[in-house]
């Protein structure tokens, strides 16, 4: 009996585009979903979900795995179980490695170290530029080829105009998006949180909302001239809500995503945690309106998901100072419970569930997951949402420790995760 062959029994399904909480099984054989019933027998192993959700398997558009060139924060077997560990089956890697993921071959060597791993579907978002340098277009095509899902240079914007257009013209010939990590960086050069009385009041080198929404409001401006899809990454200003939702209704092709951490925390928790550099990210923690601005656009839909923007670093880079340390925080194992604990008051949980699957499945183009149907691939995620915890960042699968949320009270636990018909994290004591 194939170990892809599975029955998930007796908990209640999420269908995240229907809003509703059905109790039913999904039976999944050869690793691809061949029924969902309100009652199902077969002859393959069962995993109990009696007391849980049922949803599809979560799919996150950003993430750094590190893999190759800084295995040490993290390599791809240790990122991938995390990932399972926070729910999620699909896993987009941005490119800025060392090397950076620029051509055909690092593409496919990434993939294939994912495939060895079997845990997660790794994917690769592939550099827009040589070197991720800005300067020079990377081989867009070649890289498409090798099954690239999108391409960016993250961590580093495309500032060069004339460059952007060409970049989105050219994916646009793929179908494929360009992921914008929209700064203008001549505005937050030496910046290590956002500009405001905060950062004044603490010393530290500001970082101003407006150096976001200046290359927002260009790559728009870019986009009417070359059509395609621009996918703005790390959303974290209420002015971006807004360009997004006005160029949608002029009928542009442009979505976005949000992180667990720009939902959660604002700029005030920097204040508070005594210059913790596990609170410095980029972009970095805004004010408490532009978060409000964020839970406001997951509410009325112009957040396509939610996005971990998992970065890992070691705890000696993060405690060099708030001013030196590194950007980037962890968040693959956090990104549900932190999503719960701020949205399910205002959402269902099917919808919340929507920024975790069917968003990010029509972002990407991922046809063949995303939802729980017959012949989509077989992920799969039991959940409970109710149960509640403090996360203690001692027990992460990662290499890396620098959460913010170390110590938050959260509250949904993803139980077992399901890929392509594997249990592949928790939910040991349920199959039998």
């Not at 009996?1 to 999904?26: E, N, Y």
């Not at 496919?108 to 060895?116: K, N």
């Not at 621009?230 to 976005?256: F, K, N, P, W, Y």
Request: proline share 5%; net charge negative.
């Amino acid at each position: 009996m194939a170990r892809s062959d599975l029955l998930i029994r007796g908990g209640r399904i999420a269908d995240p585009a229907g809003d509703v909480l059905l109790p039913g099984d999904v039976l999944i054989r050869d690793g691809a979903i061949v029924e969902v019933a309100s009652s199902i027998d077969a002859d393959v192993p069962v995993l109990d979900a009696t007391g849980l959700v049922v949803a599809p398997g979560f799919i996150d558009l950003h993430a750094h795995f590190r893999e190759p060139g800084q295995e040490w924060k993290e390599d791809i077997a240790s990122g991938s179980r995390a990932a399972v560990a926070g729910g999620f089956t699909t896993v987009c890697l941005m490119p800025n490695t060392v090397p950076a993921l620029h051509d055909q071959e690092r593409v496919r060597f990434v993939m294939a170290r994912g495939r060895e791993v079997g845990l997660a579907d790794l994917r690769v978002v592939g550099a827009a530029t040589i070197d991720i340098a800005g300067s020079k277009m990377a081989p867009l095509g070649e890289m498409a080829q090798a099954g690239c899902v999108a391409f960016s240079d993250d961590g580093h914007p495309i500032l060069d105009s004339g460059l952007m257009r060409r970049i989105l013209e050219y994916a646009g010939q793929f179908e494929l998006p360009v992921v914008q990590h929209a700064e203008d960086t001549g505005l937050t050069r030496g910046g290590a949180m956002n500009e405001g009385v905060i950062a004044t009041r603490l010393g530290l080198g500001a970082m101003p909302r407006c150096a976001e929404d200046i290359i927002v409001h260009r790559d728009i401006a870019l986009l009417e001239i070359t059509g395609g899809h621009l996918h703005i990454a790390h959303a974290s200003s209420a002015v971006t809500m807004d360009l997004v939702r006005e160029a949608r209704e002029r009928g542009l092709q442009v979505t976005c995503e949000v992180t667990p951490h720009h939902l959660f925390f604002d700029e005030n928790w920097v204040a508070s945690c005594h210059y913790d550099a596990n609170y410095k990210m980029n972009p970095p923690l805004r004010a408490s309106s532009d978060r409000d601005a964020l839970i406001e656009a997951c509410i009325d839909g112009t957040v396509d998901a939610i996005a971990t923007d998992h970065a890992p670093h070691l705890p000696d880079e993060k405690e060099m100072g708030f001013g030196a340390a590194p950007f980037g925080v962890i968040g693959l194992e956090t990104a549900f419970a932190a999503a719960v604990t701020v949205l399910l008051p205002h959402l269902s949980l099917p919808r919340l569930l929507r920024l975790f699957t069917t968003g990010p499945a029509r972002v990407f183009g991922f046809d063949d997951r995303g939802r729980l149907e017959p012949g989509l691939r077989g992920d799969v995620v039991l959940l409970d949402p109710e149960a509640e915890f403090i996360y203690d960042v001692a027990s992460s699968a990662s290499r890396s420790r620098n959460s913010p949320f170390h110590g938050q009270r959260l509250r949904g636990r993803v139980v077992a995760t399901v890929s392509a018909g594997r249990l592949v994290h928790g939910g040991g004591n349920r199959l039998h």
